[in-house]
């Protein structure tokens, strides 16, 4: 299939240009810092083994129904997200406002970037902070003359400095628009083909350095064994819940999208299969390649969002090769991110250009662009407690800076709500000719895959929901 016209959508004409291509792009997108910052510190919070394990049900039982409705919609679609989405409730004689669907996650996507690209910031922040040690002072590096208090120190000068945040925000947010400006074929899975294989390789090798010189033992311990009364923890399967769906990026439009690159001659069934078994291999590997580090280092393994940013660089400066690791992990890091973030514009940028007509370059500058604007202001929120947070007005956002705000907003409302409408729509009033023909699957798997989606995905996806809007619930 042909790249993409200059103007235009996301039509028959733009598309994967293998199976392949759409595997490493998909993974991509879902294999971001929601599987190397969010699953180690969630695990951490929650006791470990017992969060696995509710995570790897959660995922087959829940995510990988929820991924095959996402990529169906677009497939059948071949248009942005929400114009599939329409597409598909018109032929199926449904209401055209199932539409929302696709609508909210869209925005979760534009929103989710705001923030996302000033957290990839502060990885490119860590890249220079250990490549300049690395070349300054050799693969030891300089920080392991360091105390522990003065490398976590490293994250708080960087919140000091908001024209340093800005400026790695935009640095990063103009390689995400440079991508999604060449294109599907000769951008977004140009750069999967290459990245994602770099970033495996990397995993792989900072896991077997992590297990050679860290405390395996105690990692292993502490991922793979549980306590039964934990695992039946409400806290902690909510957790493992919210974990299997994020991590998938599912209810941001973005798998729709990607899934309308697919051709027809992809089973998307068994391609379903394969991102999500990489997504969660990643997110337990990315456990195995930190925790013998931060055990080792006597780290809190309960450091939650802070340990990549503030217990690992400690736990690096005491291990043999520190900063050569430091850095072959945030580069591995930046990997991760860029390809999510890629998705993460597509989604948006897509149903923009059908808006508005303008060419790919034009509107990935665009929306990229307010994005960026956007991200500003999330930026200068962790610099400054005291700047204006207009979503604070609501009783929601009550005593949160932006950047919590937007992150509540996004991961609290809008991409739970778009997965409960997927689920509701494809289980209960979508055409069942037509998503049989899409699915990929027969026989008992399909009965299954019909249950899960029309009964179990709507309860577990709106339990996120009403828990992430009211979480006293929880007691």
């Known amino acids: 299939m042909a790249p993409a016209s200059a103007t235009g959508s996301a039509s028959d004409t733009a598309g994967w240009t293998s199976r392949k291509g759409f595997v490493l792009a998909a993974i991509g997108s879902a294999v971001g810092l929601g599987n190397l910052w969010r699953f180690p510190s969630e695990a951490g919070a929650n006791g470990g083994g017992a969060f696995v394990i509710f995570y ?46 696709a609508s909210v996650g869209m925005w979760g996507a534009f929103i989710i970037l705001t923030f996302y690209s000033v957290v990839a910031g502060w990885v490119l922040y860590y890249v220079g902070l250990f490549a300049g040690d690395v070349l300054a002072n050799g693969v030891g590096g300089a920080f392991q003359g360091q105390s522990a208090e003065q490398v976590s120190g490293y994250m708080g000068g960087l919140f ?94 973005m798998m729709i999208q990607y899934g309308a690159y697919a051709n027809r001659n992809t089973n998307l069934a068994g391609t379903s299969a394969i991102i999500a078994s990489a997504d969660t291999s990643v997110a337990i590997i990315a456990g195995l390649a930190i925790f013998p580090i931060v055990f080792a280092a006597g780290v809190d393994v309960a450091a939650g969002p802070t340990l990549m940013f503030q217990a690992l660089p400690v736990a690096f400066q005491s291990m043999p090769g520190g900063a050569l690791i430091g850095l072959l992990f945030f580069v591995m890091v930046f990997f991760a991110a860029l390809t999510s973030s890629v998705a993460l514009l597509e989604a948006s940028m897509v149903r923009a250009m059908e808006v508005f007509g303008q060419s790919r370059a034009v509107t990935s500058i665009a929306v990229g662009s307010v994005i960026f604007v956007v991200g500003i202001g999330a930026a200068m929120s962790m610099s400054d407690a005291d700047f204006f947070n207009p979503l604070a007005l609501l009783p929601f956002f009550a005593g949160q800076n932006l950047f919590d705000s937007l992150d509540s907003l996004s991961g609290k409302i809008l991409l739970p709500l778009s997965g409960l409408l997927t689920a ?7 055409d069942r000719r037509l998503i049989d023909a899409e699915n990929g699957i027969s026989g008992g798997m399909h009965i299954l895959w019909r249950f899960l989606v029309a009964w179990l995905c709507p309860v577990a996806v709106g339990l996120i929901l009403i828990f992430g809007l009211f979480p006293d619930l929880l007691g």
Request: proline share 3%; with cysteine; aromatic share 10%.
């Open 424 to 430: 509701i729509f494809i289980g209960w009033f979508a």
């Open 160 to 253: 000091g400095n908001a024209a340093l945040q800005i400026g790695l925000h935009a640095a990063f947010m103009a390689v995400t628009i440079y991508v999604v400006m060449r294109g599907v074929t000769g951008g977004i899975e140009r750069i999967a083909s290459v990245l994602m294989p770099a970033f495996f390789v990397l995993l792989v090798g900072i896991t077997l350095y992590s297990l050679a010189t860290g405390d395996a033992g105690a990692a292993f311990s502490f991922l793979f064994s549980f306590n039964p009364e934990r695992l039946l923890h409400a806290p902690v399967m909510l957790s493992a819940l919210g974990q299997a769906f994020f991590s998938l990026s599912l209810g941001s439009a």
């Open 56 to 101: 790897i049900g959660c995922v087959v039982l829940i995510g990988l129904p929820l991924l095959l409705s996402e990529v169906l919609i677009g497939r059948h679609g071949r248009a942005s997200a929400v114009e599939s989405a329409r597409r598909v409730a018109r032929e199926s004689k449904a209401s055209r406002h199932w539409s929302a669907l």
